[in-house]
């Protein structure tokens, strides 16, 4: 799903105008943000969770030449599906 098909989505069901669906949908996202970045956990709920994680520093190859490379530490967002969201996606496992 595109930006666009979500805010034409939005505006539509909210009977908003496609412009504030739009700005709602910059302003959650900004927000999402923001809490990530204080290091918070964002719940969302029937859809699911979203923390900061760290991946540790590593040795990788460059697999165009084979050389041995340092990879450096890091930030990545981790999301956990709801059980709800993964019980929608796989009805009948129990």
Do not use: C
Not at 66 to 83: C, M, P
């Amino acid at each position: 799903m595109t930006l666009e098909q979500l805010t034409d989505h939005l505006s539509e069901q909210l009977s908003i105008s496609k412009v504030q669906a739009h700005e709602a949908v910059h302003v959650l996202t900004k927000q999402i943000t923001s809490a990530l970045l204080a290091g918070d956990r964002v719940s969302l709920p029937g859809l699911g969770s979203l923390s900061v994680g760290v991946r540790k520093a590593r040795t990788g190859r460059n697999p165009r030449t084979g050389e041995t490379i340092q990879i450096a530490a890091r930030k990545v967002v981790k999301f956990s599906a709801s059980s709800q969201l993964t019980g929608v996606l796989n009805p009948d496992a129990k």
